[in-house]
Each structure stands twice: as structure tokens, then as C-alpha cells.
């Protein structure tokens, strides 16, 4: 059972990056997805998460209208678009696999956000 981020990096302020998520060990379509983040000295928050199926999202207050979240089930994939980026979302990036009482966590992703 494994979930490994990939594309974060440094980018400018307004810029943008695409984070995926490849889920590998467990039937994917069946969980739903979230994505987290940590910023330094600061606890872990929700981003978004999607429905199993995908028909349902939700985000954060904070990254509304800027990032959204999809899936793609048949690469057992998930992924955050995210536009507009402020140095407020400089952090380490989560994705998480929930089904009932388990979850599983990848090892996450840097995302700097800087000029």
C-alpha cells in the first residue's frame, strides 16, 4: 500500500504547479482522496478532498477559486491544480487514502512559493 507525491518545486508568486498523487496496493477508486499541508512551525491542514467516484469536492477556505482537485481512476491517480499561488502556500504537500477507519499517507512533496 503506497501513495507518492510528485510535482512540487519552487515557483513565483501567481504562478503555477500540478501535484499528483499515484496510489499503488489497494483499489484506489474505492477511497476517498484528500490533500494536506504543513507549513513550518504550523499543524497539518486540509487543502481538498474528492469523493470516491470524484462527483464531490470540498476545499479549504483559503484556496478556494485557485486550487482544484480531480482523480483519475484508471491511473489510480489524484492530482491538485494550483493557480494563483502566494507565498502563503509554501509548505510540504500530503495526499491521503481514507476508507472507513483506514488511511494511508504518502511521504509528501515540497511546494516553495517565492519570488
Known amino acids: 500500500v503506497q501513495l507518492v507525491e510528485s510535482g512540487g518545486g519552487v515557483v513565483q508568486p501567481g504562478g503555477s504547479l500540478r501535484l499528483s498523487c499515484a496510489a499503488s496496493?489497494?483499489?484506489?477508486?474505492?477511497?476517498?482522496m484528500s490533500w494536506h499541508r504543513q507549513a513550518p512551525g504550523k499543524g497539518r491542514e486540509l487543502v481538498a478532498f474528492i469523493s470516491n467516484g470524484g462527483g464531490n469536492t470540498n476545499y479549504a477556505d483559503s484556496v478556494k477559486g485557485r486550487f482544484t482537485i480531480f482523480r483519475d481512476n484508471a491511473k489510480n491517480t489524484v492530482y491538485l491544480q494550483m493557480n494563483r499561488l502566494e507565498p502563503e502556500d509554501t509548505a510540504v504537500y500530503y495526499c491521503?487514502?481514507?476508507?472507513?477507519?483506514?488511511?494511508?499517507w504518502g511521504q509528501g512533496t515540497q511546494v516553495t512559493v517565492s519570488s
Open positions: 496496493g489497494f483499489t484506489f477508486s474505492n477511497y476517498v
Open positions: 491521503k487514502a481514507e476508507r472507513f477507519a483506514f488511511n494511508v
